[in-house]
């Protein structure tokens, strides 16, 4: 496979222009920098480290698992330089975060010139969690991190830590579109779930000039309101409003302890989903539009994903007089890395064609991130030549297979993750489900209300 993406690329007119665009990117951040910091009065001076070499150490440094001290003994090594750690650390400090802000923008309108670059319609909101040491009181620290992802263009727009902000993301939301000019902008539509169902919200973004698609939490009042047929809208819900029903199946497979036969048994398990959604788009949009806008919603699922398996994201140790600008300059590096990747998909995306129709055929993701990782130093020098891209591309992009129509359930191995503990909590809901569903009337099965309103959902079938 290597060798036949070498042979496809050497006549490649994209790679050239690639290579050219990429070297363009960090071109003259010497004098960038130099400048920014001039307008605020900071002199810097070149000794043993660079500027390149701080920002070399910044973008080495997202790797996860790397330590500051790994990526900066590693890269005096390879580059003969003898000072304290610190040097780099301390250099990197006086990069200001607006100018990591500026090749974000730059990244971002090379990604525009390799796709049919269109205004962003569609942003999918979210929250995730991670753990810092902003306070560093030798205590566990949990931020609240608000994430906006461009739907259209399939690429991220914003990753901010909210400091204290826990259980709070529609306030977050909020203060994010009223001070933050990306997503002020008028007939956005955020596309969020059901934590952030409020009649609130949604005033606020109707008066806003904003769209919203938002999942409704299924024992919503307003919902119980209208099956008893009573008209009265005690929450000022938006008189533009509509209301979407649809339902699908989820299918799965799994051994069940039958009480009956005292064995374990292999069912398939069917599962009826019954999804409400709330939006404020009107009719010119059919449900089936509404719908395919709601679960368009997963990207910046699998974005969060993503980011957590391949760069230091979960946990962020570090601790200075700018923590907070030091994680937004991780967070922007990490959408610089993000945006490349998704341009070496574009540029390569004839060898995910002509493959058995039974298969989705993708990039492996995680590998190209990974060639990203040692390509990045001569990005950002500027030296970045037409036989580095190609060997990149030749090692670096690697295929994975799925078969469609597949669903995959997300875990995670790792212990006590979010989606480790969600596993066995689903695992003891089913089963329970399964005690309840093949019981008898006379048995006494104990089973809490929210999994009896599940019950009625499943279907168990012994294969």
């Known amino acids: ?214 999942r409704i939490k299924n024992n919503c009042t307003y919902l119980e309101t209208n099956k008893a047929k009573k008209t009265k809208n005690t929450k000022n819900i938006p008189n533009n409003t509509r209301f979407i029903n649809y339902t699908f199946n989820k299918e799965s497979t799994r051994y069940l302890y039958n009480n009956k036969t005292k064995i374990e048994e292999k069912y398939r398990i069917t599962e009826k989903v019954n999804c409400n959604i709330a939006t404020n788009l009107d009719e010119s949009y059919s449900d089936e539009d509404i719908k395919n806008i709601y679960n368009s919603r997963w990207n910046i699922e699998e974005y969060f994903k993503l980011i957590k398996s391949n760069f230091k994201y979960s946990l962020m140790r570090e601790h200075n007089k700018n923590t907070i600008d030091t994680y937004k300059k991780t967070f922007t590096i990490i959408k610089i890395y993000s945006v490349l990747e998704k341009i070496i998909e574009l540029i390569d995306t004839e060898i995910t064609e002509n493959h058995d129709e039974k298969y989705n055929v993708k990039i492996n993701k995680t590998e190209v991130i990974n060639g990203l990782f040692k390509i990045i130093p001569k990005i950002i020098s500027s030296n970045l030549d037409r036989d580095d891209l190609l060997i990149f591309f030749s090692i670096y992009v690697h295929l994975n297979y799925t078969i469609k129509n597949s669903h995959n359930p997300r875990i995670s191995k790792i212990p006590f993750t979010k989606w480790y503990v969600k596993v066995y909590h689903s695992k003891y809901d089913i089963e329970k489900i399964f005690e309840a569903y093949n019981s008898d009337e006379d048995d006494n099965i104990i089973i809490n209300k929210n999994l009896k309103l599940k019950l009625q959902n499943y279907i168990f079938v012994k294969i």
Do not use: W
């Open 1 to 214: 496979m290597c060798k036949k993406i070498f042979e496809k690329n050497k006549s490649n007119l994209k790679i050239d222009n690639l290579v050219c665009d990429l070297n363009s990117l960090f071109k003259n951040h010497n004098n960038d920098i130099t400048n920014m910091l001039e307008q605020k009065n900071i002199k810097i001076r070149n000794r043993k480290v660079s500027l390149t070499d701080a920002l070399i150490y910044k973008f080495k440094n997202a790797e996860k698992y790397k330590t500051q001290n790994n990526t900066i003994d590693d890269y005096k090594m390879d580059n003969k330089i003898l000072c304290n750690n610190s040097c780099f650390i301390n250099k990197e400090h006086k990069i200001p975060l607006e100018y990591y802000e500026n090749i974000f923008n730059k990244i971002t309108e090379i990604y525009y010139k390799y796709t049919n670059k269109t205004r962003y319609t569609i942003v999918a909101v979210d929250g995730t969690y991670n753990n810092t040491n902003y306070k560093n009181n030798r205590k566990l620290e949990t931020t609240l991190n608000m994430g906006y992802y461009d739907i259209n263009n399939d690429i991220p727009l914003i990753l901010d830590p909210i400091i204290d902000g826990r259980n709070n993301e529609i306030k977050s939301l909020i203060d994010g579109i009223n001070n933050n000019s990306i997503i002020k902008a008028d007939n956005i539509i955020f596309v969020c779930d059901r934590a952030y169902f409020s009649y609130d919200l949604m005033n606020f973004l109707n008066g806003n000039n904003s769209k919203f698609v938002i």
